[in-house]
Antibody, heavy 116, light 109 residues
Framework: QVQLQESGPGLVKPSETLSLTCTVS????????WSWIRQSPGKGLEWIGY???????NYNPSLKSRITISIDTSRNQFALKLSSVTAADTAVYYC??????????WGQGTLVTVSS | EIVLTQSPDTLSLSPGERATLSCRAS???????LAWYQQRPGQAPRLLIY???NRATGIPDSFSGSGSGTDFTLTISRLEPEDFAFYYC??????????FGGGTKVEIK
């Protein structure tokens, strides 16, 4: 059973960079696409971007200038960096696996609050 | 970019009733590219339906998906207490980008 676990600081100051890691267990990170999704409090789901195990990426155009997604296949991990954060970036951040064209395994999510 | 509009925003029903949720796309979506998710309070979303009509592993047959083009439907044939939750549709666009609908809340009447 594939499991995903997000980790990283729960509090980030405005204008700084949010950094999260997703650790994949129970299966290989190779040959799949891996995605980040976020959900602002009381709101719907927003796709952030994804990365293939080879390192190729695709980002949400609305966030593209601030996002970097990377992957470390030796550690079975992939990561998200979101720069110049504001209060609008406060959200629960999820990592997930893309199988075919849908998200079949999700992490439990981690709340990141942007506040000074 | 394709926009997904879900309706209604809230569906108030009683256990045992049938729920019909709609997801309408601003442009035609390939049937293989439409999925549905359930999200219970405090939990991550769970894949229900992929390819518009295929149930994901472990999903009961009370859940069914249908539709093509711009109109898709998620039907829950008989609501169980644990089915009261939020539901989201998602599409995978030609650009490789994913988008979600705004969600429908199924609440107990």
């Amino acid at each position: 059973q594939v499991q995903l676990q997000e980790s990283g600081p729960g509090l980030v100051k405005p204008s700084e960079t949010l950094s999260l890691t997703c650790t994949v267990s129970g299966g290989s990170i190779s040959s799949y696409y891996w995605s980040w999704i976020r959900q602002s409090p009381g709101k719907g789901l927003e796709w952030i971007g994804y990365i293939y195990s080879s390192g190729s990426t695709n980002y949400n155009p609305s966030l593209k200038s601030r996002i970097t997604i990377s992957i470390d296949t030796s550690r079975n991990q992939f990561a998200l960096k979101l720069s110049s954060v504001t209060a609008a970036d406060t959200a629960v951040y999820y990592c997930a696996r893309i199988k075919r064209l849908e998200l079949d395994y999700w992490g439990q999510g981690t709340l990141v609050t942007v506040s000074s | 970019e394709i926009v997904l509009t879900q309706s209604p925003d809230t569906l108030s029903l009683s256990p045992g009733e049938r729920a019909t949720l709609s997801c309408r796309a601003s442009q035609s979506v390939g049937s293989n590219y439409l999925a549905w998710y359930q999200q219970r309070p405090g939990q991550a979303p769970r894949l229900l339906i992929y390819g518009a009509s295929n149930r994901a592993t472990g999903i009961p047959d009370s859940f069914s998906g249908s539709g093509s083009g711009t109109d898709f439907t998620l039907t829950i044939s008989r609501l169980e207490p644990e089915d009261f939750a939020f539901y989201y549709c998602q599409q995978y666009g030609r650009s490789g980008r994913l988008t979600f609908g705004g969600g429908t809340k199924v609440e107990i009447k």
